[in-house]
């Protein structure tokens, strides 16, 4: 019952970004062009067996964080995001609904940080007032509306460094836990410094003549700020 309840909740926010993405669609700014289109298009492009976007796309888009190279446009940022849109484009239009899926992704890393909460020992009331604060309360809200490629790049990032977290105190497979490292290292260059961290976290020192695993909560706090 919890299950179809946290299911029934994310989706529910995914619809609320793309009720958003529709009203936004009437406001002024979109007067210049559709805004949000940027990952969606390049996915397309991908279908099309092309690496940039169609330079004649500019007639009807606002594009933000894009490089002119030839006749095509590229993102500066690393493959994963561009990757996401792969399957959703195939089911959508023209327009794609973006927001959906920055709101999908929001809601998501609220329901990580609520199992890293609730796995380091807080109960259910706690660890939901920190999910709520850190999802809607903190700079990653803002992340859901990317005015800025840059923006959802770092949501996505964010998104994978949690799951390597919340992988890791779980104890699940390094491979998994290093899967995720690795996609947030793809999403966003500078994100390859969780890698470091969770060497931090794993790396067992002599002190006092016990073995101990460095870091513990200290370094999962790290971590979480690093995040």
């Known amino acids: 019952m919890r299950i179809v309840f946290v299911i029934t909740a994310v989706l529910s926010v995914a619809f609320a970004g793309y009720i958003i993405q529709i009203s936004l669609a009437d406001a002024p700014i979109s007067e210049r062009g559709v805004r949000f289109q940027e990952f969606p298009d390049a996915a397309k492009a991908l279908w099309d067996g092309r690496l940039g976007i169609p330079l004649d796309r500019l007639e009807s888009r606002l594009y933000s964080d894009v490089i002119m190279h030839e006749s095509s446009l590229y993102l500066p940022f690393g493959p994963v995001p561009t990757m ?41 009331y706690d660890a939901l007032w920190i999910a709520a604060a850190y999802s809607l309360g903190s700079a990653v809200a803002p992340l859901a509306v990317p005015i800025a490629n840059s923006w ?23 491979w998994l836990t290093g899967t995720f490292l690795a996609l947030a290292a793809t999403t966003r260059p ?38």
């Open 152 to 174: 959802f790049v770092i949501l996505i990032a964010n998104m994978f460094l949690l799951l390597a977290l919340d992988s890791h105190l779980a104890r699940r497979k390094t």
């Open 190 to 227: 500078v994100s390859v410094i969780g890698i470091l961290v969770y060497i931090l976290l794993t790396t067992k020192v002599e002190a006092g003549g016990r073995r101990r695993e460095a870091g513990g909560l200290r370094a999962t706090s790290r971590l979480v700020g690093l995040i």
């Open 84 to 124: 996401l849109f792969l399957p959703f484009v195939l089911l959508s239009g023209d327009v794609f609904p973006t927001l959906a899926i920055t709101f999908l992704l929001l809601a998501i890393v609220g329901v990580l940080a609520f199992r890293i909460a609730r796995s380091r020992g807080l109960d259910e």
